[in-house]
């Protein structure tokens, strides 16, 4: 019963491939992100949905696109994967009236060679 | 969007001390603080949030208090223990809350 599980939880890849990295949470909540966590461990913000709608998009390049296609799945695809795009990245979610708890995923290592 | 500053990046407490980490925000519409931890290769996850409407808050060792007024609140950790050393976010969100800024974190090291 994993209130925000996204897979894979590993990723290793080539430069120049696409991959898509699923996210999914059973919580009931309307707002959805993802965050990158680099080696300095920042957690930048990237993406914002609340309720399939986008709402926050951070200066993202766009060879990130996300996908929301209900309220309890938010999927990252990322094309022509680059040396800098190696992080952590992790889902969350959180409801979306009075301010709540945001909950993550277990975060997905992505390692670009 | 919400900026969210922390300070210090890095702590190293002798176990027993107390430890205090300080986030200030810029915006005023932000209501909603919580702070997370994260322990090596893990997921970010609460251990205490506090809303505009109040000052203080205590869970046991850990406490957060708030200045709306001066834009900050700050996480005190008192009797520390080595399983407390982690990374600790701070975040700020407003009343809609889907809007949730992190600090830059600080990595606290509690020594035996």
């Known amino acids: 019963d994993t209130a925000v599980s996204q897979t894979p939880k590993y990723l290793v890849t080539q430069m120049g491939n696409d991959k898509s990295i699923k996210c999914e949470q059973n919580?009931?909540?309307?707002?959805m992100y993802w965050y990158k966590q680099d080696s300095k461990k920042f957690l930048k913000i990237m993406f914002s949905?609340?309720?399939?709608?986008?709402?926050i998009n951070e200066t993202v390049p766009n060879r990130f696109s996300p996908k929301s296609p209900d309220k309890a799945h938010l999927n990252l695809h990322i094309n022509s994967l680059e040396l800098g795009d190696s992080a952590v990245y992790f889902c969350?979610?959180?409801?979306?009236?009075?301010?709540?708890?945001?909950?993550f995923g277990q975060g997905t290592r992505l390692t670009v060679v | 969007g919400e900026n969210v500053e922390q300070h210090p990046s890095t702590l190293s407490v002798q176990e027993g001390d107390s430890a205090v980490i300080k986030c200030t925000y810029s915006?005023?519409?932000?209501?909603?603080f919580p702070w997370y931890k994260q322990e090596l290769g893990k997921r970010p996850q609460l251990i205490i949030d506090?809303?505009?409407?109040?000052g203080e808050k205590k869970d046991q060792r850990i406490a957060v208090t708030l200045n709306k007024t001066a834009k900050h609140f700050s996480l005190h950790i008192t009797e520390t223990q080595p399983e407390d050393s982690a990374v600790y976010f701070c975040?700020?969100?407003?009343?809609?809350?889907?809007?949730?800024?992190f600090g830059t974190g600080t990595s606290l090291t509690v020594i035996p």
């Open positions: 949905y609340n309720n399939k709608e986008l709402i």
């Open positions: 969350a979610s959180s409801p979306s009236d009075r301010g709540g708890e945001a909950f």
């Open positions: 506090i809303r505009s409407n109040v």
């Open positions: 915006d005023s519409a932000s209501n909603y």
């Open positions: 919580l009931g909540h309307d707002t």
């Open positions: 975040a700020a969100t407003p009343w809609a809350g889907n809007q949730f800024y």
